[in-house]
């Protein structure tokens, strides 16, 4: 009987802790890529080419592509379709770009709804180096804000978006 009340208690204090925490969330990793900016930024505008380097994209080989538009302009969308959960389902389309940086908002179907917002900026360090930073920004319903603190999803997406950022590098000086 102790051990239910333990984990009513915990629960509970979980659930309490979760309606403060903050409806917004911001994660944001960097990678000094040695290679000229026009090349990096080049490269990243075109949202087919994650496909190389997205630990997302990755996870599942076989899923479903679906492209709209032009890609690397304002407008194109990558639609994907997954069994793995993983990678879900759900479309990404280019917002804005700029000539160091692009904007896409993600629109998620499974294996939970929402939106979120990437941005790639490529900043110039010397002539042959590049520093990338991918920022991931979004909002949290209020499961979404427990599921953060249960699963620590920052620190998880984080990490994702590093090894990511890593393969990209490599891809890139390769």
């Known amino acids: 009987m102790i051990v239910l009340?333990?984990?009513?208690?915990?629960?509970?204090?979980?659930?309490?802790?979760?309606?403060?925490t903050p409806a917004g969330y911001t994660?944001?990793?960097?990678?000094?890529?040695?290679k000229p900016q026009s090349e990096v930024f080049n490269y990243i505008k075109l949202l087919k080419n994650q496909d190389y380097y997205s630990k997302w994209v990755m996870t599942d080989p076989a899923m479903k592509k679906d492209f709209t538009g032009t890609d690397g302009?304002?407008?194109?969308?990558?639609?994907?379709?997954?069994?793995?959960?993983?990678?879900?389902?759900g479309a990404q389309e280019i917002t804005k770009l700029t000539g160091n940086g692009i904007e896409t908002e993600v629109r998620f179907e499974k294996p939970f709804k929402g939106i979120?917002?990437?941005?790639?900026?490529?900043?110039?360090?010397?002539p042959s180096q590049t520093?990338?930073?991918?920022?991931?920004?979004?909002?949290?319903?209020?499961?979404?804000?427990?599921?953060?603190?249960?699963?620590?999803?920052?620190?998880?997406?984080?990490?994702?978006?590093q090894t990511s950022l890593i393969t990209l590098k490599n891809n890139l000086e390769d």
Request: glycine share 6%; aromatic share 14%; no cysteine.
């Open 73 to 89: 302009t304002v407008g194109f969308i990558y639609a994907w379709d997954s069994e793995n959960k993983q990678a879900g389902k």
């Open 131 to 161: 520093k990338t930073i991918w920022k991931f920004i979004g909002d949290k319903t209020y499961m979404m804000k427990v599921m953060h603190l249960l699963l620590n999803l920052k620190k998880v997406l984080g990490k994702d978006m």
């Open 5 to 20: 009340y333990v984990i009513i208690a915990g629960l509970a204090i979980l659930f309490i802790w979760a309606a403060f």
């Open 116 to 126: 979120a917002y990437t941005a790639l900026e490529t900043q110039v360090i010397s």
């Open 27 to 34: 994660i944001e990793r960097e990678i000094v890529i040695n």
